[in-house]
């Protein structure tokens, strides 16, 4: 018994000196800074006190006079954080220097205030400015917030309970004041409810702050839109400038007469133009290849038109722009000055060439797509197109 209990008392001990029996065990510090470090590194910055967002606005680079010392004036960020300055310096006679301890810095202001608008809205729409107060004090502030008045915007007064008539509020013009209690470290939300009162472009809402410690002005910059949707068709006109200018006072728009539809509340359109596109092109046909390469449906409607392009029509489009300008070229004597930009152009269209024919059955029809029935439509204008295509080849050829 005695020796089977010093084996006992042996092994054990050698199990106690190797540590197999805190294989399991984890010092708690260790553990809290490697979740610590997890966090910060999956963990999406939402705020900007992980990290200086103006930069390094601490470190300057200076040489100091013979009188040994220097002022400077630093722009402090809005960062509410503890910041620690350090300080070194080098020198042909003393060698470099090492400040012994941090000098410490707070950036923490005693009153924050930030407003906020939407960038975009359209003509007709209210607008709410979001203004926030922070007081990181711990004592109660009385604070005091002005509205300017502008020919650009008017308030609109909340009644009682919070009601407002929704298309006909009660507006104001001139300064609005507010008054606003905020408690020591704590924040308040006001908001400012305005109507603008142009029809097109940018106003400048401007809100000002004053409190017993200091004062501080927010601008919030909304961009106001017209109503409507774009026309996505043109008017063309051609202008004979052989002998004289010409003054088009008026342009045939192509909408409907009237917006107005009989016996409803909507409209077709909402008069009154906002802006126009006018564009001057000396050829007969428009720009014949822009910027010297190929043309495609998104180079000839560039800013879009409700046009997309998808499947063989797309394709088909692509091929049948190119060969009829190129057919102006031809007829026009400019084939042979821009030959190189024609190879290209003939390039070009044996990929569309290739794109239209992959979805040719073998009765003779035209898909729009892999899995689509035979178009009559497509199949008829893809033939009219072949057509012309082959005449520009065999001229090429």
């Known amino acids: ?75 402090i960020p809005l960062t509410t954080d503890d910041w620690y300055f350090s300080v070194f310096s080098i020198s042909k006679e003393n060698g470099i220097g090492l400040l012994d301890d941090p000098v410490p810095f707070s950036s923490q202001r005693p009153v924050h205030f930030y407003c906020e608008a939407p960038t975009q809205v359209h003509r007709g729409e209210s607008v709410g400015v979001r203004c926030i107060i922070m007081n990181r004090s711990p004592y109660d502030l009385e604070t005091f917030i002005k509205l300017r008045g502008s020919p650009q915007y008017k308030f609109i007064h909340v009644e009682d309970y919070g009601y407002v008539v929704s298309y006909s509020p009660r507006m104001s013009s001139g300064d609005h004041h507010h008054l606003v209690w905020v408690r020591g470290e704590n924040e308040v939300e006001v908001h400012l409810p305005i109507a603008p009162q142009v029809e097109q472009g940018r106003i400048e809402v401007v809100v000002d702050l004053t409190t017993q410690i200091m004062s501080s002005e927010a601008k919030v910059e909304i961009e106001i839109l017209p109503e409507g949707s774009i026309v996505h068709r043109h008017t063309s006109k051609l202008l004979d400038l052989k002998s004289r200018a010409n003054v088009l006072e008026f342009m045939n728009i192509i909408v409907d007469e009237t917006p107005i539809i009989p016996y409803e509340v909507f409209r077709r359109y909402v008069s009154g133009s906002p802006w126009a596109q006018v564009s001057v092109c000396g050829d007969v046909i428009g720009p014949a290849f822009p910027n010297g390469d190929p ?36 007829l026009t004597n400019q084939l042979q000055e821009h030959w190189s930009l024609a190879k290209r152009v003939f390039e070009q269209m044996n990929v569309e060439y290739t794109a239209v024919m992959r979805r040719f059955t073998s009765q003779g029809a035209v898909t729009n797509w892999d899995d689509s029935k035979p178009n009559v439509w497509l199949t008829s204008w893809v033939i009219r197109i072949f057509d012309s295509v082959s005449f520009q080849v065999a001229y090429f050829n």
């Open 1 to 75: 018994m005695y020796v089977r209990s010093s084996i006992y008392t042996y092994v054990y001990a050698l199990i106690t000196i190797i540590g197999f029996d805190e294989s399991n065990c984890e010092e708690e510090s260790t553990v809290v800074q490697e979740q610590t470090l997890r966090f910060r590194l999956s963990r999406f910055n939402r705020y900007i006190d992980y990290y200086d967002y103006d930069g390094d606005w601490g470190w300057i680079t200076a040489n100091i006079d013979e009188d040994r010392e220097q002022f400077y004036n630093l722009d």
């Open 295 to 330: 043309v495609k449906l998104e180079t000839m409607f560039p800013t879009g038109h409700g046009r997309f392009g998808k499947g063989t029509e797309y394709h088909a489009f692509n091929l049948a722009a190119n060969t009829w300008q190129l057919h102006y070229f031809r």
